[in-house]
C-alpha cells in the first residue's frame, strides 16, 4: 500500500486544480490583509467578518480539490477512490495549513477572534466542500463537480445566517454568550460532514461491478 500510494502521489499532483486553489489561496490572503493595506483599526466584529469571508474562500477553492478530468481513465486503477481522495488531501492540507496561519497572522490581533474558534469554522467549511464534493463524485458522472459545489456553497453560506433559528446560530461574534455553544455546534457539524466524506468516498457496489465487467466507473 505504502508503495503503490507513492507511486500515486506524482501523478495526483500533477492533476490537482492548482489554478482554482492559487485563485482562492490569493484572493483570500488579500481579503486578510484589507487591515494591514488600508492602515485602519478595525473592530473585533469586523475582522471576525473579514476570517469568516476569507475561511469561505478557502472553502470555495477546496470545493474543486477532487475535479479530476481524467476520472473515468484513472478508474480501473488498482487504488480505490478513498485512496485517490485522501492522497489529494493529503498534498494539499500543508499548504493549506500555512495559509490559515498566514491568514491569522494578517488579522489585528487586538480585535482577532479566538484563533481555535475561528479555525474551527475554518474546517468545518472546508470539509463541508470536500464532503459535497465528494458527495456529486458518488452520486454522478461529473468529472468536474468543482463550480456545482462552490455555487451551493456560496449559496449556503448566505441562506444559512438568515434562516437558522437564534437558538441554533452559529455565526455569532465573541462577546455574545452563546459564542462557546456556537462553536460546539462547529463541532458537531465538522463531524458530521466528515462522516458524509467517510461514507461517499468509496465508488457505489454497482459502478464496481460494471468497472469490473469492462464498463466505464
Known amino acids: 500500500m505504502r508503495g503503490l500510494t507513492l507511486a500515486l502521489a506524482v ?8 489554478r482554482a486553489l492559487a485563485a482562492a489561496g490569493t484572493a483570500g490572503l488579500l481579503l486578510a490583509a484589507t487591515p494591514v493595506v488600508v492602515g485602519g483599526e478595525p473592530s473585533p466584529w469586523e475582522t471576525l467578518t473579514l476570517l469568516r469571508g476569507t475561511a469561505l474562500i ?30 489529494r488531501v493529503a ?3 500543508p499548504l493549506a ?24 469554522e475554518a474546517a468545518a467549511l472546508g470539509v463541508l466542500a470536500l464532503a459535497g464534493a465528494a458527495t456529486a463524485v458518488r452520486l454522478t458522472d461529473e468529472a468536474r463537480p468543482g463550480p456545482f459545489i462552490a455555487a451551493a456553497l456560496l449559496l449556503t453560506a ?60
Not at 495526483?12 to 486544480?17: H, I, K
Not at 500555512?98 to 479555525?119: C, E, Y
Open 11 to 18: 501523478p495526483v499532483w500533477r492533476t490537482l486544480p492548482w
Open 158 to 217: 448566505v441562506l444559512a445566517p438568515l434562516l437558522s433559528p437564534e437558538d441554533w446560530a452559529l455565526f455569532v461574534p465573541p462577546d455574545d454568550p452563546r459564542w462557546p455553544s456556537a462553536h460546539d455546534r462547529w463541532a458537531v457539524l465538522l463531524g458530521a460532514v466528515a462522516v458524509v466524506w467517510g461514507v461517499c468516498g468509496p465508488e457505489p457496489v454497482g459502478r464496481r461491478r460494471t468497472r469490473g465487467a469492462g464498463g466505464p466507473a
Open 97 to 120: 495549513a500555512l495559509w490559515w496561519t498566514a491568514v491569522l497572522l494578517l488579522a489585528p490581533s487586538a480585535s482577532r477572534p479566538p484563533a481555535g474558534d475561528i479555525t474551527l
Open 58 to 87: 478557502g472553502a470555495l477553492g477546496l470545493a474543486f480539490l477532487l475535479d479530476d478530468p481524467a476520472r473515468h481513465l484513472t478508474a480501473p486503477l488498482p487504488a480505490r477512490r478513498p485512496l485517490r481522495q485522501a492522497l
Open 91 to 93: 498534498l494539499v492540507a
